[in-house]
Structure formats: C-alpha cells, structure tokens
C-alpha cells in the first residue's frame, strides 16, 4: 500500500492537530427536521449517492440524527483506522444490522462478539492464512480450468455473473467440503440473491416481521435451500469414519467439535460453514463480474493483463509462485475493486463508551458508518475518480493514504478470507485471459451499481465472449 512521505522536522506544520470539540458538541450534518426520518427516507432510496452529497457539503465526519440514534459517517481514511483498528475495543457492531445476518448466518464469526468472536477467529485463521491458500492454488486453478471448458468459444451474450457465481460457490466448496457444487449451482444462486434483497430491506425496518407470514415464502424457501445444501455436506461427512475425513475446513471444524462439543456444537460448525459459503462465493463473485466489465470495456488494459499472463504462463494454468509475477493483472483487480468494491459500506458500528475522534468526543451509544466505496472515489486521493487506471496500483505511483483503499475493511475485523479472495481472482482472471477475449455489445451502455448486500450491476452482466486472438 502507498503511504505519503512525511517529513519528521515540519510534521507539525503539515499535519496540524485538529480542532478539539466540547462533549455535546455534534460533528455538522444535514437537517434532520423532527424524527430525521426524513435522512432514513433518502438514504434507502440510494445510499451511495446520498452519502456523497453529504461528504460534499459537511465534510468527512457527518452526524445524522435519525431518532433515537446519532449517527456518525466517516470517511476520512486516517480517522477510519483510528476507528476500526485503534479503537476496536470501544465497538461492537450495530445491532439490527447483526440481527438481520445471524437468521442466516447464525452465530459464526461474522456475528459473534468479544470472547466467542476471538476464539472463533483464532480458530478459523489458519484455514485461511496466506500459506494454506498457497497450498489450494491448484484446486482453484482445476476447479477454473473445469468451469472454461464449458464456455462457449465465441458468444455474443454470456450470462458472466452467473457463470462467475457458479465457479466461485465451486471453489469455497471444495475448500469447505472437498466437494463440487455442481447441480446445486443454479438453485444456490437463486437462494443467495433472494436472502440478499430481503436482508437488504429489513435492515431499514426496526424488527422483521416473523417468517412464517404468508409474504414471506420466497424467504422462507431461500432459507431452506441454503440450509439444505450445508446440511447436507455436514451430514455426509459425519457419515463417514474419521480417518476416511479429508483435509478441509469442515474437518477442522468437526476436529474442534469432537475436542469440545459443549463449545463447538454441530450447530457452530453449520453456522461457520454457512458464512464461508455465503461470504466466499458472493464477494469474490461480484468483483470478478466488475473486473470482466471493466476489461470489456478498456480493451487495451485487456491487451497489456493478457500480454503479461501469456509472457508469465504461455499457456498452462498458474502455480502459487506465478502470481507475483502477475503485477500488472493484479493492477486491473485492485482498480476494479477501488471502483467497486464489493462491499461498499461495512456494516455499522456502535460506540460501547464514549470516544475521541477527529477532536470530536462522541457518546456512548453513537453509531458508525464507514462508506468505503465514498473513500475509494475521493478525487483527493484518485485524481478523476471514476476512471479505470491499473497505473495508480503500479509501484512508484503517486502515493495515496493508509486506509484511502480498504475493500477488506481493517482492523481486527479486517476480512478473514482476503488471501483466498485475491488468489483465486487473480489465478481466475489470468485463466479466463488465456482463453477468452471480453467484449461489451455495440452500443452498451455501462452497468448501473446497486447495493444488494454486496454492490452488483442493476441487471445481470452479459458479455461477448471470442477468441483471445482477436485483440493481440
Ligand atoms: C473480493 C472478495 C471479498 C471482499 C471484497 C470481502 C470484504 C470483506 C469486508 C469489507 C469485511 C469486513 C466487514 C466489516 O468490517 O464490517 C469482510 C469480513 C469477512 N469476510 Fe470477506 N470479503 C471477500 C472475500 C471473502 C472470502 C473469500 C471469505 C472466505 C470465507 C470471506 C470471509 C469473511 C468473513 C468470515 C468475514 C468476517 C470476519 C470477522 O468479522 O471477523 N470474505 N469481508
């Protein structure tokens, strides 16, 4: 990550201590008329958009009163770290938002708090450490090189997000399970995006309404297909005898189980096979849809990845010492994500005692929002902000600040499957490059962004599909 140079002797000088604020004292915000209900309102309707016009008038610290909350908006990236990571202690995440995920989630490590959350982390972290994904490279790359042999050679219109949906659920499988999605693909899918839309809208309610109402059937079979499919591997695993077990995350799970039962019930390890299903298919999906939109539409950033991975690779599949030499491919994944980023606000923090910040003293009970997707489009750190560069990730760029890029959050809660996201889409993308040229239809116009837990294009992306011949 770049970092601005900063001299030790005019330290003072260049970074002047900020203003410090009496307690009661709110940071500036937009009106909040009597309820702010009103701010509630306009940020359902588009909360990217919304989050941008406010930085735009009051700045990177922005207080919502939205009754009975105070709500604070950060944006400014040195003042986002001192929150997430120095000030970690004093957080727990907002509760509606917690409530909403743990229906599906149950009580994994992305619910779970303090203690349980520390000793949950600590127990997964190995599964996912640098050199256990360096291990799966190889399965990643089958996995890839099974899923493009079913890719038509030419098309005019291929359902991309799909596809890409069906081959990254693929890959967390055989890392959960050791097992294929196959036939599962389609139906996953479908129960993904449906619990997505409706998480989405009841984190803007103040409590769900129960399932069983008669509404609620999409819900409840969205459920129910997840639940199945999860189910299903964990009971064919416990049918087997503990040596017949292989290497893989349900078994380290199930190894925990066996040592505590009391601690790490079956039920525990569903819930941490449910957030890795969930959390390392769909985030890793819709980056690689916006990376293939993006190279579709920069055909000479397409050119100079492709010339790279040919020059790297020729044409056999990547290793896990390959991937640094993939610099420039790298480049095209960390713009698609500045530009993109998959997850584009994290979910809300709530202040357990009262805190400094900024040189303003926030009470216990404030709220947090951290709009990554607002920090990643800041003109002050990317110059013209909505354009495609690679170059601003290339080494001896123009340096941008500590926290101005953060798709996987940071802090303790940074994401916990950011070594397996970045490897398998770089092993992804430099495969895809070896046999596929991406192109958009005449005429096409650029996908429009909408949050749906994860930020996705309006309508599922389709992308011709040709020789790679065509561009070199
Ligand atoms: C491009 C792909 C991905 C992106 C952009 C992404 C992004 C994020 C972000 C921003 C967070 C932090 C949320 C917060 O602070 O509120 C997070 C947490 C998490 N991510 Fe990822 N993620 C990706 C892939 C994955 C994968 C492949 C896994 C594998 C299982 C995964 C598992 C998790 C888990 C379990 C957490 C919760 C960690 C905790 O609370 O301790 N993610 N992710």
Not at 152 to 171: G, K, R
Not at 253 to 269: C, E, F, K, Q, S
Not at 352 to 368: D, H, K, V
Request: charged share 20%; hydrophobic share 45%; with cysteine.
């Amino acid at each position: 990550m770049n970092t601005p140079p900063s001299c030790p002797f005019h330290a003072a000088a260049a970074d002047p201590a900020p203003q410090v604020h009496a307690s009661g004292i709110w940071p500036p915000g937009p009106p909040a008329g009597l309820t702010g209900w009103s701010l509630l309102r306009r940020m359902s309707r588009d909360l990217l958009g919304t989050l941008a016009a406010w930085q735009r008038r009051h700045g990177d610290v922005v207080h919502l009163r939205i009754w009975p909350e105070h709500q604070v908006v950060v944006s400014d990236p040195q003042l986002v770290r001192e929150l997430l990571a120095g000030q970690h202690d004093a957080l727990i995440r907002w509760e509606r938002g917690v409530q909403v995920f743990s229906q599906v989630h149950g009580n994994s490590v992305l619910i779970a708090e303090g203690a349980a959350w520390r000793a949950q982390r600590q127990a997964l972290q190995p599964g996912f450490s640098q050199k256990s994904v360096q291990a799966f490279v190889p399965t990643i790359a089958a996995a890839t090189e099974r899923a493009l042999a079913q890719w038509p050679a030419q098309a005019a219109d291929w359902p991309l997000e799909s596809a890409f949906a069906a081959l990254t659920m693929d890959v967390i499988m055989r890392r959960m399970f050791s097992a294929e999605i196959g036939d599962d693909a389609r139906t996953a899918e479908e129960a993904v995006h449906v619990a997505g839309v409706v998480a989405n809208a009841e984190m803007y309610w103040p409590a769900s309404w129960p399932d069983w109402m008669p509404w609620k059937g999409a819900k409840r079979r969205a459920l129910r297909a997840l639940n199945d499919l999860v189910d299903r591997h964990l009971q064919a695993r416990l049918d087997l005898p503990r040596p017949a077990w292989p290497e893989d995350l349900l078994t380290r799970l199930l190894d925990l189980h066996r040592g505590d039962p009391t601690v790490w019930t079956l039920r525990a390890v569903r819930d941490e096979c449910m957030t890795a299903f969930l959390a390392g298919h769909e985030t890793t999906a819709a980056t690689l849809t916006w990376w293939a939109w993006c190279m579709a539409a920069h055909p000479s950033a397409q050119d100079t990845a492709r010339q790279e991975v040919v020059a790297v690779l020729g044409g056999r599949a990547p290793t896990a010492d390959d991937l640094p030499a993939l610099r420039y491919l790298q480049q095209t994944l960390q713009e698609t994500q500045r530009l993109y980023p998959a997850v584009p606000v994290l979910m809300g923090r709530r202040a357990t005692r009262s805190l400094a910040l900024g040189g303003w003293q926030l009470p216990a009970r404030c709220l947090f929002m951290v709009p990554l997707h607002l920090m990643h489009h800041d003109p002050r750190w990317f110059p013209e902000p909505e354009a495609f560069r690679p170059e601003r990730f290339a080494d001896g760029a123009p340096a941008f600040p500590r926290g101005a890029f953060m798709p996987f959050g940071t802090g303790p809660r940074v994401c916990l499957g950011q070594h397996l996201a970045l490897t398998e889409m770089t092993v992804i993308a430099a495969m895809l490059l070896q046999g596929f040229a991406l192109s958009a239809s005449a005429g096409m116009a650029p996908p429009r962004p909408v949050l749906n837990v994860t930020l996705r294009p309006e309508q599922p992306l389709r992308l011709a599909l040709g020789p790679p011949s065509e561009f070199r």
